[in-house]
């Protein structure tokens, strides 16, 4: 019931592309969800998170769709670039403590 | 803002040693810390939460006499890997929080510590 799911596990999409990426959850008492980007030998960075009282949040190239009957939210990232090449975990928290982070997926954006 | 550093960010040492992995919020003052592990291609697995002046909470699996947590400030906690062996090398973050910055919900990362022992 902790897990989060994540799909797919790897991604690979052209210059201008939109990768989607699949997160779903069991815990409904899960009421943060946010998006992270790491980069080799890096920490995590918070890309964009959402609440679940909101379907729909974008910032910047970046937009996260939830749908909370059927717990699942998805990342799609607009007009994608190479530098966005990284590996992109979704992730869950109650209140933002004891975060539980998916799988993470591998996206390589081809030039 | 909302900065955290860990030091170092990479260690090596010989197995049976003991190494000490410092996280400080720069900018902040965090109310808890949390730490977590990485191994290679894997996702974060949260190790324990930390709160100022408090006993950490493990979690289930993780070894509390292994990995001691002290978290003696609102802006330093440290992660002690005692009598390390081969299996304990991994990238080990922490994270920081704190319920007054942006919507209260946040946890903000630091560049992660690489351990390998030998």
């Known amino acids: 019931q902790q897990q989060v799911k994540q799909s797919p596990q790897s991604l690979i999409v052209q210059k201008g592309g939109i990768p989607i990426i699949n997160c779903a959850y069991e815990?409904?008492?899960?009421?943060?969800f946010p998006w992270y980007q790491q980069f080799p030998g890096k920490g995590p960075a918070l890309l964009i998170a959402?609440?679940?009282?909101?379907s729909e949040k974008k910032e910047g190239r970046f937009t996260i769709s939830f749908n909370k009957s059927a717990k699942q939210f998805s990342l799609h990232i607009m007009d994608s670039q190479p530098g966005d090449s990284a590996t992109y975990f979704c992730?869950?928290?109650?209140?933002?403590?004891?975060?539980?982070f998916g799988a993470g997926t591998r996206l390589f954006v081809k030039a | 803002g909302a900065v955290v550093s860990q030091h170092p960010s990479w260690v090596i040492c010989k197995s049976g040693t003991s190494v000490k992995i410092e996280c400080r919020s720069l900018?902040?003052?965090?109310?808890?810390m949390f730490w977590y592990r990485q191994f290679p291609k894997q996702s974060l697995m949260l190790m324990a939460t930390?709160?100022?002046?408090?006993?950490?909470?493990?979690e289930q699996g993780v070894e509390k006499d292994k990995f001691l947590i002290n978290h003696a400030s609102l802006t330093l906690s440290t992660l002690t890997v005692t009598s390390a062996h081969p299996e304990d090398s991994s990238f080990y973050i922490c994270?920081?929080?704190?319920?007054?910055?942006?919507?209260?919900?946040?946890?903000?990362f630091g560049p992660g510590t690489r351990l390998t022992v030998t």
């Open positions: 994270s920081a929080h704190t319920p007054g910055l942006a919507t209260g919900y946040e946890q903000y």
């Open positions: 900018d902040f003052q965090a109310t808890t």
């Open positions: 992730a869950a928290s109650v209140g933002g403590f004891k975060t539980i």
């Open positions: 930390s709160n100022e002046g408090s006993k950490a909470t493990y």
């Open positions: 815990n409904t008492a899960f009421d943060y």
């Open positions: 959402i609440r679940p009282d909101v």
